[in-house]
């Protein structure tokens, strides 16, 4: 989830004065977090709170009443601030920055063993959008960057499925099936290059307008930071656009030590705890899962070896 703050906190001083380049200064001193990296800890915590509809609804608020200056879009502002725990049919790109923890629960060993998607973080995915972001375009949104993160996850992260042969090591072919994956089961076409699209892309909110843009971003990426300046470089929800981006990179690249140091030196105390409670919780669930996966693959063993145990 780091990945969607430090896009945010890199586009947040180019949201309102695009630029069409890649050659930028990657922070800068009036950098700062927006309502993306506010409303990405809310979802982690709702995550680690246990996933349900309430606790999505109850994170939002107490974090957007804790940060009510952070730049929300008006209508989801208009909800922060009132008693109103009901969702308005909105198709914003707001679904999309904020989806990533849903992503790092799924669980990879689980597809693996299986060939299946994992249920619970694709679930979460979809609550996290729905309880604002009903509309079908808004659940999409968070949908595919909730699944383009597991895949490379997966894919990158050395696991596979394909007759024991990893991909890992072959990141144009990791790359490949997220493309194939998105533009089959999303609609989303992904076939337009960067340099297609800059020329004309301006400043959108939409979900429809948005993802699409921030996935190519990562597709023709070579690491973190390459993927983090080919959104800025599309102008546009510069900072949203790049929270997405950045969401997806991470799962493939990792981020290079110096650039999550910087990140987290805009960020406050109470944001910083968010992100200690969630690594935490990620090594744990991690740990646990690594417990059943040996379990699983001795128990396996066995009964192939006795088959009349």
Known sequence: MLGAIVGDIVGSVYEWNNIKTKEFQLFQDDCFFTDDTVMTC???????NGGEKDDFIDAMKKYGR????AGYGGRFGAWLFSDNREPYNSFGNGSAMRVSPCAWVMDCGFCARTGMWPSNGRA???????????????????????????MNRFNFGGYYIDYGKPINDDPEECKRRVKEHIEKEYGYDLSCTLDEIRPDYKFNETCQDTVPQAIIAFLESTDFEDAIRNAISLGGDSDTLAAITGS????AYGIPDWIRDKAYSY?????????????????NINGDRRALHTMLTGMN?????????
């Open 42 to 48: 809310a979802v982690a915590e709702a995550v680690m």
């Open 66 to 69: 804790m940060y009510p200056d």
């Open 124 to 150: 979460g995915a979809r609550l996290s959008a729905e309880v604002t972001h009903n509309h079908p375009e808004g659940i999409k949104g968070a949908m595919a960057t909730a699944d383009a993160i597991f």
């Open 248 to 251: 997806i990179a991470e799962a």
């Open 267 to 283: 960020l406050d105390e109470p944001l910083k705890d968010v992100l200690r409670r969630w690594r935490k919780y990620i090594r």
């Open 301 to 309: 063993e066995y009964l192939r070896n006795n088959p009349q145990a």
